[in-house]
């Protein structure tokens, strides 16, 4: 049962206040593994358009690989459809500014089911692309498989989550609670506001993982991550986008 209610009344994580207006769409992002790498500045700054820095923690850049399931998508006052909304996931992301506002900037975004990924392509303009994505319990450990062919692509992962009580650091925090992310689309740059309750993590223990990413100058995947998390997820209320100057 969503908790949209009880979502719009806990702000004080906030980095700014709530937007104007209603919320557009409902969707939730569940069973999130986040896989983060410091990449050199120079390499990122090169994929972002033009309006956006890089976002730095102490002085050093992050790229993260977020695999999860996207469920309930769906606009304000409709129900969803389980055939569109609700489809696994992979985005690759960095961390950007655009004057006073940090968010997030996706470099890559594959879908599940091509449905999925056109309509929520043409909707939204982020840079959806149809991947095979499956997820599964083996052996008793969780796992997620990822293959673009087009774009040759790979994600193998089997992972334990571990249930020690995490307290976040301040590097995790700064890593997962972003709550605007930007997309070009055309000429033209546009942010996206978003709320959620804050991300309850838990440490990660990779058994396995192949991945390869190459887009541009950055390739993922040759060295392991340098953090790795686990969420059981987050409720999301999203805003129409904004055109920014």
């Known amino acids: 049962m969503s908790r949209k209610g009880n979502i719009l009344k806990e702000i004080v994580h906030r980095p700014w206040e709530l937007p104007s207006g209603e919320w557009r769409y409902y969707q939730e992002w569940n069973d999130a593994l986040f896989l983060h790498w410091r990449i050199p500045a120079e390499i990122l700054q090169k994929l972002l358009p033009e309006g956006l820095e890089l976002d730095l923690f102490e002085g050093e850049a992050w790229v993260s690989v977020v695999a999860f399931t996207m469920e309930k998508i769906r606009p304000r006052f409709l129900p969803a459809l389980s055939l569109i909304s609700d489809f696994h996931e992979i985005n690759v992301r960095t961390y950007v500014k655009h004057k006073e506002k940090s968010g997030v900037y996706f470099i ?25 994505i499956s997820r599964k319990l083996h052996n008793g450990l969780s796992s997620y498989s990822s293959v673009n062919n087009r774009k040759q692509f790979r994600l193998e992962a089997e992972y334990d989550v571990l249930p020690d009580e995490y307290q976040p650091t301040a590097l995790d925090k700064w890593l997962v609670e972003r709550y605007c992310l930007f997309v070009d689309i055309g000429n033209e740059l546009f942010c996206y506001e978003i709320h959620h309750l804050p991300w309850k993590i838990a440490k990660v223990k990779l058994e396995y993982l192949k991945l390869d990413y190459k887009i541009g100058d950055l390739a993922i995947g040759k060295a392991a991550p340098e953090l790795t998390h686990f969420s059981e997820g987050v409720e999301v209320l999203a805003w129409e986008k904004v055109k920014l100057d």
């Not at 599940?112 to 056109?118: A, D, N, R």
Request: cysteine-free; charged content about 15%; aromatic content about 4%.
């Open 108 to 132: 890559s975004m594959e879908g599940q089911k091509l449905l999925s990924v056109l309509v929520s392509k043409a909707l939204s303009g982020l840079p959806y692309q149809r991947a095979n």
